[in-house]
C-alpha cells in the first residue's frame, strides 16, 4: 500500500507562507484533486511532493517512505513518481517514441521490452500512429496524449498531474477530462491532479480536496463539496451561490432582515451567520406559498434571460438584496413583476462566516 | 529529526552545486574588481603612495585635460544625434513598409555593424584623406585642379563624427527594428480599425510604442562613441586633438602618467554606468514596447513614389559605411600606389605578398589574435554557459549575484579596464604584464556580458519543466542536462563561441594598452601600420579580418536551428 501522507506541509517564500500546514492522506489508489484559484498554493504543494521544492516545515510520505523533511528532501529522481506538466515538456528534439521510452531506458529495461511497453501506451493512448513524429508536428490534445503515455509507461508508484488541460481549448478538454479519468481507472496509480477547473476536478476526482490561500478549506467527494460546502469559499467557489447574511437565533433558524431562514443542514455556529442557497433552488412563486411563512420573502423582478434549457432570474429582496434563480422555462415571469421567492429549508445551508 | 527519517534519506549525495558557485563568484569577483580596484587606488593616490585628490583636481582644471573631455561629448552627442535620425527611420522603413531590397539593406547594415571601428576609419582615411584621398584625387582629376584643392578632409572634428557614426548607427538600427517586431500586429490593427489611416497608426501609435527603444539606441550610441579608441586615434591624432580615450592612451606613453590616467578613466566609467542605468530603466519598463505580444504578421505600409527616395537615403548611409569603405580597401590592397591609375600595370598582389611572406610582424599577430580568439571563445563560452544555467534555474542562493558579476564589464569601457589590468597585473602578486595572459584576461572579461546573456536568453527558450520532466522519470540533474539540456543548447553555444571569437579578435582598446613586442595582435598592428602610413598593407589585414568574421558569421547561421520547442503556456 503506497498512500501519500502530507503532514503540516508548509513552505514560504520570504515571509509569504505559500503551503500552511497542509494535512493530506491519499489513499492508494485514489485520484485526488487539489482546487483553486491561482495563488492558493497548490502547484506548490504538488511541486513539493514532486521533490522540486523543499518544504520549510511538516513531512511528505510516501507509505513508509519519508520522502520530505524540513530543509532535506529526496531528489525527484528517486521518488518513483511521474509527472504531467502544464506545458506538457515533450523533448523536442525527440521523437514521440524516444520520449515516451526515456523513462524505461533511465529504468535500464531491455531493449524488447521496452519497445513492447512503448507500443503497448502508445495505442492505449491512441497515439501509435505518430510514434516517429516530432513534438512539434502534433496538436496540442496530441502532445498531450504523448505526455500521458510517457507518464503512465513507467508505472509510477504515484502519477502527478499540474494543471495539464489548461492549455487546450474547451471541447478537446472535456474530451481529455474523461480520458485522465478512463486512464486512472485502468491503471489505478495514486494521483494528485491540480486544476482551478471546478468541472474537470469533478469529472476525475475521487476527493476533491479545496484549497484557498494556502490552507485546505475543505476535502470531500465532489457531491459533499458541492452540496455540503462548510466555508462561503467552498460554496462561492464550486457553483456559485447565493449567501445571505443574517443572525443565529437557535434551533437552526437564521434571522436574514425580515425572512426568518429554517436551515436544514449546516454547521453554524453562533451570532453572525451566512447562508448558502444555491440559484436553482431558489423557488420563485406568483401568489404566496402555503405554509408558515417561514422561508419566504417578497421580491422584485430585476432581469430575466432565457438560456434555451433554463431561465436565470435576478430577483431583489425588501432590503435590497439581490439573489440569482435558476427556473425551469416554463416560470416566465416579466421583469418588473412582484412575487415571492421560497427557499426551501433543505437547500439552506448555515456557514461559519 | 528522527532516526528513521534520517535513514530514509540514506547518505546525502554530495551537491557539486555550491562549491561551483563559489569558485566562478570568486573567479568573477576578481576578474572585475583587481583591475577596478587597482585603477581606484591609482587615482587617489600619487607616486610616493599618499592619498591625493591631485589628479581629479588636474583633470578639472587643466586645460589639456579639460579640451579633450569637451571634445569627447561633443562627438558622443553629435554621433547620438545622427545616428538616432538616421538609424530610426531606417529601421522604420525596412521593417514596417514596401520600400524596395529591404533585405539587402539590412545586410549591409549588418555588415557595418561588424566592421571593426577603427578598419571603417582606416577606410575613410583611405577615401577622404586630404592629398591622397581617393575621392579628393578624383575631384582634382575630374576638374583639374591643382594639388591644393580638396573636396573632404576627414582630420577634422566632423570627419571623425562621421567616421564614427558610420559603425554606430546599427546598434540604433537594431534596438529599433527588434523593438518594431515585438509590437504585435493587433495594436497596429486595431488603430486601423477605429479608422486610422496607416500613416496616422504608424504616428500615434507604432513610433510611440518604439519611443523606449530609439532613445535606449540613442543611449547606446552615445556610450560607443564616447568609448571608441580606435577612430579618434586614427583621425583625431593626426588632425591634431585629442578625445578622452586618446589622452588615456597618450598617457602611457613617454613620460607615462599613471596616476592621472587612472583618474581620467573614472569620468568615462561613471558616465558609461549612468547611462545604462537609464537605458535598462526606459526598456524595463514593463507593459511598453519591449514586452512580446502574439499576432500575425504586420502589414507593411504602401510609400508610393516615395518609395525610390527612401531606398536613395538608406544606400547614401550604407554606401558611406560599407560599400565605400569596403571598395577602398579592395581596391588599396591591389594597387601598388596610393596614386589613382586606370592602368592594369598599377595593380598587383605586392601588398599580398609583403604582408604575408616579409613583414616580419604577421605570422605572430596572426597566431597571437587566433590563439587568444580561441582561448577566449572557448573559456568565456563554458564559464558564462555554466553561469547562465545556475542563474536562470536559481540552482543555488545568491545566483543573482552571480548573474550581476556576470554583466558588470559591459559597463566598463575597453580603455579603462586596460588601464585597470595594466595596473592589476603589473604588480605583485600577479605579473604577467608582456604575456598573452594579460591579454586573455582582458579579452574574456570584456566578452563575459555577451556570452552570458546569450545563454541566458537560450535558457530563457527552454521551459524548466522539460528538465523537470527528465528529473521525476529518474534522471539525476547531470543526466537530465545530458539528455534534454546539452541537444538543445548546443546552437547556443555554437553561436555564442562564434561571438566571442569575433569580438576578440577585433579588440583594440584594451589590447592597445597591454601589448608588448611579443604579444602583438592584429588589430595592434593594424593601428601601427597606419602610424607609419602603410595603408597597403592595412587593406591587406583588415580584409583578412574581414573574410574571417564574414565566413564565422555564415558558419553561425548554416547551423540547424533548434526544433522549435511546443512550449506556449
Redesign the interface.
Known sequence: MADVELQGLTKRYGDQTVVNSVDLKVGHGQLVCLLGPSGCGKTTTLRLI???LEPDAG?IRVGD???S??G?A??????G???I?????????MTIADNVA??LT??RLDRAEIDRRVQTILEVTQMAAFAQR???E?SGGQ?QRVALA?ALV?QPETL?LDEPLS?LDANLREEMRFEVRRLHDQYKYTTVYVTHDQAEAMTTADMIVVMNKGRIEQAGTPVQIFEEPETEFVARFLGGTNILRGRHVGDNMVQSGAIALSCARGRAGTGEVAVSIRPHRVELHTAQPAGDGRNVATAQVRRQVFLGVTRDYLVTLEDGTELRAITTTDVDIAAGAAIWIRLPPNHCRALAS | MNGAATQAFGGRRFDPSTPVFALLALLLAALIFLPMGWLAVFSLTDRAGHLTLDHFAQLLSDDDMVRPLAVTMIVATSVALLCTLVAAPMAWLIARTDMPLARPVRLLVMASFVTPPFLGAVAWEILAAPNSGLINQLYRLAFDLGRESRLVDIYTLLGLILAIANYTFPYVFILVANGLDRIPADMEDASSILGASRWRTAARITIPLVLPAILAGTLIAFLQAMNNFGSPAIIALPAGFHTMTTKIWSMFQYPPQPGLAAAAAVPLLVITIMLLRTQHAMLGRRGYAVVGGKGGQSRLVRLGWLRWPALGFCMLVVGGAVILPYAALVLTAFAKTLTITWSPAGFGLDNFRFVFFEFSSTPLALKNTFMLGFAAATVGTVVTLVIAYVVSRRAVPGHGLLGFLATAPIAIPGIVFGVGLFFAYTHPPLVIYGTLAIMFIAFLTTELPIGFQQFQAAFRGIHIELEEASRILGASRLRALKDVIAPLIVTAVVSTWCFIFIAAIRELSAAVLLYTANTKVLSVVIYDLNENGELGSIAVLGLLLLVVTFAIIALAYRLPRAQSIPTSA
Open positions: 514532486a521533490g522540486f513531512t517512505r519519508l520522502l523533511g524540513p532535506q529526496l531528489p525527484p529522481e528517486q521518488r513518481m511521474s509527472m506538466f502544464q506545458s506538457y515538456a515533450l523533448w523536442p528534439h526515456y523513462g533511465l529504468r516530432y513534438p512539434g502534433l502532445q510517457r513507467v502527478l492549455n
